[in-house]
C-alpha cells in the first residue's frame, strides 16, 4: 500500500509516504515538536552554484547550510584535497552554518581559484555539496594593433572585426563613433553575434574614420575599446546588383549543437544589391510559434527552452529582385543529465524494506555512480541488506544503526548531477500532526478533504470515525486516501458535524478530532449584460450576489483579464460597476469576480463603444432611363452598431448647386435603390448611414446625372386671395422651384371670377413673381381663383378653384340698446344688440368695450378726476360681456365698437353705471408711541380706499410670551373719526400684538398688524434669549477649553522629545547621479546592481560640486574603483569603474575633488 504524507497549510507539517510491494519510504516531517529527539542524518539546504564568478574586490562567499540531528559539522576540500580553513587567515567558515567566506587581499585572489566542496556530517552520515567551481573574473586588455584603412568599391560587401579580448564572463559588444553614439544598423549593416559588423552593399554614406568597436565586461563593469576603423566608399566603376549569397554561415550547410533547455541561435547573414531579405523555416516541420522569435532584422532565429524535437534542418533563405540564395544548418540536440527521478530520503522501520532510486536522462546516456557518505560504495564494507541494481539501491530486513547518506551521481561530457539521499532507521509510536479540533469549511456540492497528518514508524494505519461512533470506509460517499485524508466527494449540509481519525502501528495508538461546516455557494444572481455606448456618456453593469450569511464576500472587476484602469471615471460600487466619460479604451470585455475565503463566482459582459457608421463608398448609376436610375454604394463600417437605414440626397447643379436635399430612404440592409427623378435636373447623388448613434458624414457625391425637359408636372401651392384694401383683391402662391419647373420659360396663369356671378374668367400670363393684384372689386365679395404653371414643353395639369375675398371697409353701424346689470361692487355685466352683418363690409371679428372710473360715490362732482382707460374684446358674434375688477362704490361710463379685420366702427352711446359698496381697505399706518410701564399710544391713519361710507374701526390686541405663545385677546371699536387711542392696564416688560381693522356697512376690510413693548425699569426686554445663559452653551465651552489643553500638553512634549534621522537615509540623500541604469542584453549602460547593501539608491542625488563628504555617508562614490580610474591606456582603450566594494584603505574622511571617469560620461550614449 502506498501512503504519501504532505504538508497540510496552516500545520507545517510536510510527511512523504511512499510504498510498494518491496518499498516503503517515510521523510520526517519538518514540525519542530516532531523533529525534536529524532535523529537525522545530514541533508544539504543551500549551495551555491556549481560555476561562481567572483569579483576581485569583493570576497569569495561559498554558500552550504545542511540540517540534521545532531547539528552537522562541515568540512571543505579545494581541488579534491582537504581544505585546512584554520590555517589560513584570510578564510573562515560562519558559524552556525558551512558557508565558507575567503577575504581578498591584494594580488593574491587567483590563489584562490580551483574547485570546492562542502561536506556537511554527524553520527548518523555524511552529505556532500557540489563540486563548485570558482573563477575570478577577467577583462584583459586589447591586444595592440594597427588598424589599416579600409576602402571599398560603392556596392561590395564589407565585414569590420571585433575580435575581443575573451573575458570571463564573456563580454558584450556594441559598436559606436567616435562621439559614443550608436552606429543605426538596419537590414544592411548589422551586427552579428560574434560582435563583427556586417555591411551586405557599401554606400557612399558609409564612408567614415570611426567605426570603434566596445567591449562592457559584466563582473568588473569596464569598458574598453578597440582602436578607430576607417572605412572609404569609392563611388568609381560601382559594383552593380547581383543576386544574393551568403557572408555567415559559408557553404551550402553547416552545423549547429545545442543542449537540451538552451536558447538555440541560428544566424544568417547575406551579402547582394539590393539588400537581400532573409526567411526561415524547418525542414519537415514547423517552428514552434510559442518559443520562436526572429530577431536582428530577420537575420537571427532564436528557439527558447530547446528540445530533442528541435533537432532537425533549418533551411535561411536571402532574396531580392535578382534571385535567391539558401542555406541548411543541421542542428542536434545534447543533454547534460537531467532529473526523471531523483533519490529521495528514505526512513525506514527496523526489518522493514525499502529502496533508492536515482533516475536521470541525457545525451549521451549518463553514467550513474553511487557513494555512501561521501566514499564510493564499490568501495564500502559488504552489507547484506544492501543491494545495488544500476540506477537502484535496495534495502531489506534493515537493522537500528544502519543509517547513512547516499550520494547519486550521474554524468556525461556536458554535465554531471549529484543528489544526496540518507536512510534513517526509526522506530516510533503514531504522531498526529494535523491540529486537534480544527474546522474544515467547504462549500455544498465539493468535495471536502479532512486531512489526518501522521507520523510514525513503522508507518501508521489511518480509520476514520464520524460522530465517534460511525466508522468510515470507502464507498460511494467517502474515499480514505493513502496519506490518511478522508474525501468526501460531494459535501451536503448533512455531512457536517464531528469526525474522528485514529492512527494505530505496532508501537501504539492516537487519535485526532476535527470538524466539517458545509456553507451555501457562493452565486451571482443578477450578472452583467452586454452594453453599448457612445463616447462621452455614462455606463454601468449590475452583479448582484447571494451569499452563506457567515461569508464575507469580496467583489473585483477586471477588464479584459487585467485590473481595471487607474481612473476615477471607473467607481465600484457594492452591486456593480458604473463608468464615466466612455471613451474608446474603455471598449472591452468587464469581468466581475466575487470570492470568499472557500469560493468565487464570476460573470463577464462586453462593453462596446458605438459611434456614427462611416460614410459609403463607390457610388455608381446603373439602369439610366428617362426618369429613373440605379443608385448603388458600399456601406461603410457600423462601429459595432447595425445600420438601421441609408439616406440619399440630391444636389440640382442647374438650379440650386450646394444645395442637397432629400430624395428617399432605404433600409440599413439595402446598397442599392432605384431612383424616380424629375425632368430638366443636373442631379447629383450622396448616401449617409444611419445607425442608433446618429448618420455618418455624406458619402463623395456620384457622377452628374441630367435629364431632359418636360412640362410642369405640378402647379404653384398655398394659393390665396386675400383683399388688402378695400376695392382690390390680392392672388398669392408659393412659385415652382428651379427643380419643379422641368424646363425653361417658366410662367403662370391666373384666372379669376366673383364667386356665383354669370360672367366668365378673367386671366393674366406672369413669369417671376408670386403674387397678382385685381383692382376696383366691390368690397368683401367672394372670388374663385386659379393659378396654372407654363413652361416652353407645356402646361401644367388643371388646377382646382379657391375662394377668396375682395378687400373690406370700415364697419358703418354702432351696436344698440346697451344696458348694464351691477352683481357686486367689483362686477358688472353688459349687454348689447349685436349689428347686422352687411353693415361690417368685412369678416366680423367681434365687439370692444370701452369703460372707465369717473368718480367715486362720495366725491363731488368737481373732486373727480377720470381714471384709465380699460378695453375688454369679445371674439365673434357676441351680444354680452363680464366687465371684472371694478371698484367699489364708483361711477362708471362706457360705449362698444364692432370690429372686422379693417379695424372698428363708429361707437355706441354712453352708458353711466353706479357700483354698491364694499369692505374698506387697510388702515394707511398704525404705530404705538409712548409706552410706559402699564400703557401705550396707538396711531392710525384711514384707508387709502374706503371703497364706500366709513362706519368706523375694530382693534384687537393681545400679549406675546417669550416662546411666542399668544395671551387671551381684547377687542375695542372707535368711530369714524377717531385715529387715536391710550391703552392702559397693561403689563410692564410685556410684547402686545395689535390688529386694526376699518368696516363699512358691508363689514371690516383687511388688518394691519403691529407689535410693541410696555416700558421696563431698566431696559426694553428683548425676544432674544441669552445665548450665554444657555446651558449647552457653557458646556461647549468648556469641551473647548479642556481640547486646546491636551493639544497643548502633547505639543510640549513632542518637542521635548525630539526626533532623529535614519543614517541610512542621509546616505541615500547623498548618492551620484552619474550612475545610470546598464542593460545586459542590448550593451548599453544601465543601472550597476551590486549584490551587497553598499549599491546605490537608484533616483539618489549628490552635492552640485561632485563630492561627497565621508562624514555625510559611509558608502560614498569616492569608495568605490580608483577614485575616477577611467582613463585610456596607451593602445587607446579605456576602462571605466561604474562601481565596486568599498576599498579598505586608510584615507577615510579624504574628500576627492577628481573629474569624472571617461565611462561615466558615455552612460547616456550607451
Known sequence: MDRNRKWVPGFGAVLFIFMSHMTSALEVPLDPKVLEGLPQPPTI???????????????????????GKPQPRFSWTRNGTHFDVEKDPNVLIMPGVGTLVIEIRGEMSETYEGTYQCIAHNEHGTALSNNIVVR??????WSKERNVAIVVQMGFSLVLQCRPPAGLPPPVIFWMDSTFRRLTQDKRISQALNGDLYISNTLPEDTRNDYICFARFPSTQTIQQKQPVSVTVLESNPEGERPPGFMTPLGATSTKMVLRGDTLNLECIAEGLPTPDITWQKEGGELPSSRTSINNFQKLLKISDVSEADAGDYRCTASNSLGSAHHIIKVTVKAAPFWISAPRNLILAPNETGMLTCRVGGEPKPQIEWFINGAPLANAPMDISRKVDSDTVIFSNVQSGSS???????????????????VSVLAEPPRVLTPSNYEYQVISNNPALLHCASFGSPIPTITWFKDSHTSINNDDSYVIHENGTLEILVAQPL??????????????????????????????????????????????????????????PTMTWLKDNRELPDDKRFKVTKDGLTIKDVTDKDEGTYTCIVNTTLDQDSASAVLSIVEQPDPPTDLELTDQAERSVQLTWTPGDEHNSPTQKFLIQYEDLLHEPRVWNNLTEVPGTSTTVQLHLSPYVYYSFRVLAMNQVGYSQPSQPSHQ?????????????????????????????????????NGPGLEYRVQWKQKDADEGWSSQKVANVSHFIVSGTPIYVPYEIKVQALNDYGSGPEPEPVTGFSGEGLPLSAPDNVHVTVHNGTLAEVHWEPVSLPSVQ??????????????????????????????????GNRSEGRLPGLQPYSVYNLFIRVLNNKGEGPPSPGKTFETPEGVPGPPSFLNAVNPSLDTLTLEWGPPLNNNGRLAGYTLKYQPVNTTSELGPVKVMTFQANETTTTLGNLNASMLYRFNLSARTIKGSGPIIVQEAFTAMDTAVPSRQVDI??????????????LLILVLLIVCFIKRNKGGKYPVKEKEDAHQDPEIQPMKEDDGTFGEYSDTEDHKPLKGSRTPSNGTVRRDESDDSLVDYGEGGDGQFNEDGSFIGQYSGKKEKDTHEGNESSEAPSPVNAMNSFV
Open 45 to 67: 539546504t543551500v549551495q551555491s552554484p556549481k560555476f561562481y564568478v567572483f569579483d576581485p574586490r569583493d570576497n569569495i562567499v561559498i554558500h552550504c547550510e545542511a540540517k
Open 495 to 552: 455531512n457536517s458535524g464531528k469526525y474522528t481519525c485514529i492512527a494505530t502501528n505496532n508501537l501504539g495508538i492516537k487519535e485526532n478530532h476535527v470538524y466539517l461546516r458545509v456553507k451555501e455557494p457562493t452565486r451571482i444572481i443578477k450578472q452583467p449584460e452586454y452594453r453599448e455606448v457612445q463616447k462621452g456618456m455614462s455606463t454601468g453593469f449590475e452583479c448582484t450576489v447571494k451569499h452563506d450569511s457567515s461569508l464575507v
Open 842 to 875: 368685412g369678416k366680423l371679428q367681434g365687439y370692444k368695450v370701452y369703460y372707465y372710473r369717473k368718480r367715486g360715490l362720495h366725491e363731488e362732482e368737481q373732486e373727480a378726476h377720470q381714471l384709465e382707460e380699460n378695453v375688454l374684446s369679445f371674439s
Open 705 to 741: 446625372y441630367r435629364t431632359n425637359p418636360a412640362a410642369p408636372d405640378v402647379n404653384p401651392s398655398d394659393v390665396q386671395a386675400v383683399g388688402t384694401e378695400p376695392g382690390n383683391l390680392v392672388i398669392s402662391w408659393t412659385p415652382l422651384t428651379g427643380f419643379q419647373s
Open 404 to 422: 547513512a547518506v547516499y550520494q547519486c551521481n550521474a554524468s556525461n561530457e556536458f554535465g554531471y548531477l549529484m543528489a544526496n539521499a540518507f
Open 136 to 141: 575570478q573574473s577577467r577583462s584583459p586588455l
Open 1028 to 1041: 450665554a445663559t444657555q446651558g449647552w452653551f457653557i458646556g461647549l465651552m468648556c469641551a473647548i477649553a
